[in-house]
């Protein structure tokens, strides 16, 4: 785990850039003084039979905003969170029952605009101790492990499109087996692949 933690922290402490969903839309104008609300995700790293996982959830389908989609465990920030490494920490304590002592903070990307209007830190922690998943059923409707070396494989990214809001919107994919990770989840781990290959 020492060997991980110490090349990401590397892999963190290299400049990055903010992202946003609509890197690969140039064309997209968007609007003078929109306000951003902040919002904070964990990027969880466990170590499973010596081999770092990343932990994602499948968000529930009858939710409002980005149903069935894979995401991290993560939300807006409350007036409560002293910051947005505190928002990470409670929701994904909330979403998938991870208690925040466990989780040693690496640190954090460049923030991402969405679609959404939400500027998102995505906080990279190391979970200390095995947990058994505890899913949120009201929101998240299944929790799983992708291998980091998967992730980190920016051959494994690919563009794709679709019609959205009557113009063709382009995004990174990083699928995985039967999981469809796209937009800004993928976006995110697209920016923590760049860093650990830089």
């Known amino acids: ?49 010596g081999q770092p996982m990343v932990i994602l959830t499948k968000r529930a389908s009858h939710l409002k905003h980005h149903p069935g989609q894979i995401a991290f465990p993560g939300g807006k920030k409350d007036e ?26 690496l640190g954090t990307l460049e923030p991402h605009e969405t679609v959404s209007s939400f500027t998102v830190t995505p906080v990279v922690g190391m979970i200390k101790a095995p947990f058994a ?32 809001r009557g113009q063709r919107r382009y995004y990174f994919t990083v699928p995985y087996g039967p999981y469809y990770i796209w937009g800004a989840t993928a976006r995110m781990l697209r920016g923590l692949c760049e860093r650990m290959q830089a």
């Open 1 to 49: 785990m020492s060997e991980v933690a110490s090349e990401l922290r590397a892999a963190l402490s290299r400049a990055g850039e903010a992202s946003s969903d609509f890197d690969l839309n140039p064309e997209v104008s968007l609007p003078e003084g929109r306000v951003l609300r902040p919002a904070g995700v964990l990027v969880p790293i466990e170590m499973v039979d």
């Open 80 to 105: 409560g969170d002293a910051d947005v490494v505190a928002t990470a920490l409670r929701e994904a304590q909330e979403e998938i029952g991870l208690d925040p002592q466990n989780v040693e903070v």
């Open 133 to 164: 998943f505890a899913p949120e059923l009201g929101e998240v409707e299944e929790v799983f492990r992708v291998p980091l070396s998967h992730l980190s494989d920016i051959n494994r990214f690919s563009i794709q499109g679709r019609r959205w």
